[in-house]
């Protein structure tokens, strides 16, 4: 994934389109860091799930940027955000269909036997091991929540 990120990097300042290369830059920089951490730290190199781990906190980084724009009315800056975010999650696997998160959800609900929301905790941790990065954990709550309300 990382020369990949490399060549659209090279092909987008070849192409002259800025805000690519800006986005892509970021990420650059982003990954650099992390393969600096893991050199490091016990694994010594980075892999597909790393970059990935990455990508998602950059993805969440400006989502939370996205946010403060929109309090402060800033729309130019709101559709470069929302921009930014279409880039880098052309970088990230194809995410799970909510109606396969919400089976999921409902089996993994009926294996530990969960009777409420007290037990979300419980219920989050099964399905976040399962989907592995193939949906946000706003978007696995969400469905933990309403599978336990309903029970």
Not at 19 to 25: F, H, M, N, Q, S
Not at 35 to 44: D, E, L, N
Not at 46 to 65: M, Y
């Amino acid at each position: 994934m990382i020369k990949h990120i490399e060549e659209d990097f090279i092909r987008a300042m070849k192409e002259h389109d800025v805000g690519r290369v800006k986005v892509l830059r970021l990420l650059k920089a982003a990954i650099g860091k992390a393969v600096i951490a893991a050199r490091t730290s016990v694994k010594q190199e980075l892999d597909e799930s790393d970059v990935e781990s990455v990508v998602r906190q950059e993805i969440k980084k400006t989502k939370d940027a996205l946010v403060d724009f929109s309090r402060a009315a800033r729309r130019d800056l709101e559709e470069e955000a929302k921009a930014e975010i279409g880039i880098l999650s052309g970088y990230l696997p194809k995410g799970m269909e909510p109606s396969e998160l919400k089976s999921l959800v409902a089996e993994m609900v009926t294996k530990l036997k969960a009777e409420g929301v007290a037990e979300f905790g419980k219920v989050m941790g099964r399905v976040m091991k399962e989907v592995k990065g193939r949906a946000d954990g706003e978007t696995v709550a969400e469905a933990v929540r309403e599978a336990l309300e309903s029970k």
